[in-house]
């Protein structure tokens, strides 16, 4: 097994695989001039900030500052409604126009995660205080879709998404980016409102907390559950949501009904296709939990799905042993970047999906 003591020259070829699908205003969508969305984005902006590229983060994170709507949010695009071309290989940006833009709360929250990443890794104030108008704003948007049990609707409502419901995967990553905002607001004594922002967002954190753990029925419904897919079931522990004994619980409950021994994590039960992203936030959850014997073991499967120009491929179809669709996202090898990270302990960013 590989042990990787810096990113670099490791992961050269995957920085510039990311650099290249950057557009010149800074997005980095999923595919050359494809569709975008705020978390991807930033997944693949903190893997380039772990690999010392901070002209292409300012541009990151400059592109996010100048896009952000009066009400915190910002228009981002689904990746799940992404069409395949006739071959069923590469994605398609046909019919993906603006129409199909949502105010996703989680792609929003995001942004503190992204911010309180660059503190840890570059411990810049001066960033800190530049992001903060942006994160406040965020948070601000996402907390004020949260409903009184706690749960945060998904999205604001628009006409191309009128569905009034919560997301298990988008609730947890909203509690992780709590933290995070938490954590910024403690450094923000430039700010007179930052006390009274600390009270209001840890009564937010915690209520969503109690709805993800106590009140399962606020969420998925008015749609099909959603518990076939992986990132429902790890998601709970990788954020923080469960801790101890029960997020060890939570590992046990599904593990072989996701995981591929010597493939990696499905991204749907039902379906034979491991996906990348999905493997690397496993091994961070299982860093997260402790088990980092497993976590190694796992990300070691990861190498197979390096590709020669150093990206890594979405997924592989284990039935069929072909890797599909042809696509190597930026944000599926921000994912492998961030784990590769978390597990060996390279930058002092590397404690941000382990404390």
């Given at each position: 097994?590989?042990?990787?003591?810096?990113?670099?020259?490791?992961?050269?070829?995957?920085?510039?695989?990311?650099?290249?699908?950057?557009?010149?205003?800074?997005?980095?969508?999923?595919?050359?001039?494809?569709?975008?969305?705020?978390?991807?984005?930033?997944?693949?902006?903190?893997?380039?900030?772990?690999?010392?590229?901070?002209?292409?983060?300012?541009?990151?994170?400059?592109?996010?500052?100048?896009?952000?709507?009066?009400?915190?949010?910002?228009?981002?695009?689904?990746?799940?409604?992404?069409?395949?071309?006739?071959?069923?290989?590469?994605?398609?940006?046909?019919?993906?126009?603006?129409?199909?833009?949502?105010?996703?709360?989680?792609?929003?929250?995001?942004?503190?995660?992204?911010?309180?990443?660059?503190?840890?890794?570059?411990?810049?104030?001066?960033?800190?205080?530049?992001?903060?108008?942006y994160v406040k704003k965020a948070i601000g948007f996402s907390l004020s879709l949260q409903t009184e049990y706690g749960d945060?609707?998904?999205?604001?409502?628009?006409?191309?998404?009128?569905?009034?419901?919560?997301?298990?995967?988008?609730?947890?990553?909203?509690?992780?980016?709590?933290?995070?905002?938490?954590?910024?607001?403690?450094?923000?004594?430039?700010?007179?409102?930052?006390?009274?922002?600390?009270?209001?967002?840890?009564?937010?954190?915690?209520?969503?907390?109690?709805?993800?753990?106590?009140?399962?029925?606020?969420?998925?419904?008015?749609?099909?559950?959603?518990?076939?897919?992986?990132?429902?079931?790890?998601?709970?522990?990788?954020?923080?949501?469960?801790?101890?004994?029960?997020?060890?619980?939570?590992?046990?409950?599904?593990?072989?009904?996701?995981?591929?021994?010597?493939?990696?994590?499905?991204?749907?039960?039902?379906?034979?296709?491991?996906?990348?992203?999905?493997?690397?936030?496993?091994?961070?959850?299982?860093?997260?939990?402790?088990?980092?014997?497993?976590?190694?073991?796992?990300?070691?499967?990861?190498?197979?799905?390096?590709?020669?120009?150093?990206?890594?491929?979405?997924?592989?179809?284990?039935?069929?042993?072909?890797?599909?669709?042809?696509?190597?996202?930026?944000?599926?090898?921000?994912?492998?970047?961030?784990?590769?990270?978390?597990?060996?302990?390279?930058?002092?960013?590397?404690?941000?999906?382990?404390?």
């Amino acid at each position: 097994m590989k042990n990787i003591k810096t990113l670099s020259p490791y992961f050269d070829g995957t920085v510039e695989k990311i650099i290249s699908v950057q557009r010149d205003d800074g997005g980095i969508p999923w595919f050359k001039d494809g569709v975008l969305d705020p978390w991807n984005h930033l997944e693949a902006v903190m893997a380039l900030n772990l690999c010392g590229q901070q002209e292409n983060v300012k541009h990151g994170f400059d592109y996010l500052f100048n896009a952000q709507l009066d009400d915190g949010s910002w228009w981002g695009q689904l990746g799940s409604t992404v069409p395949l071309d006739d071959g069923q290989m590469h994605f398609s940006s046909e019919g993906m126009a603006a129409g199909n833009r949502t105010k996703d709360t989680n792609f929003a929250a995001y942004i503190a995660t992204a911010v309180w990443h660059d503190y840890l890794l570059n411990k810049n104030l001066d960033f800190v205080k530049t992001a903060w108008p942006y994160v406040k704003k965020a948070i601000g948007f996402s907390l004020s879709l949260q409903t009184e049990y706690g749960d945060i609707r998904w999205a604001a409502e628009t006409e191309s998404t009128p569905e009034d419901d919560a997301l298990v995967t988008g609730c947890c990553s909203i509690y992780k980016s709590l933290n995070s905002s938490l954590k910024l607001a403690e450094l923000a004594t430039f700010d007179a409102d930052a006390s009274q922002l600390i009270k209001e967002w840890t009564v937010g954190r915690d209520k969503l907390r109690d709805a993800l753990i106590n009140k399962p029925n606020r969420f998925d419904r008015n749609w099909q559950p959603k518990d076939n897919f992986s990132m429902d079931w790890y998601y709970p522990v990788l954020t923080g949501v469960l801790d101890g004994e029960a997020a060890q619980k939570r590992l046990d409950e599904k593990w072989d009904v996701f995981v591929v021994e010597g493939f990696g994590c499905k991204c749907v039960s039902e379906e034979p296709w491991v996906t990348v992203a999905e493997t690397a936030e496993l091994v961070m959850a299982l860093m997260k939990a402790g088990r980092d014997a497993k976590a190694k073991e796992i990300w070691s499967w990861l190498d197979k799905y390096r590709d020669g120009d150093g990206g890594y491929w979405m997924g592989y179809q284990t039935e069929q042993r072909m890797n599909w669709p042809l696509e190597k996202p930026p944000w599926t090898s921000g994912a492998v970047i961030l784990a590769t990270d978390t597990v060996f302990n390279i930058t002092p960013a590397s404690k941000l999906f382990r404390e």
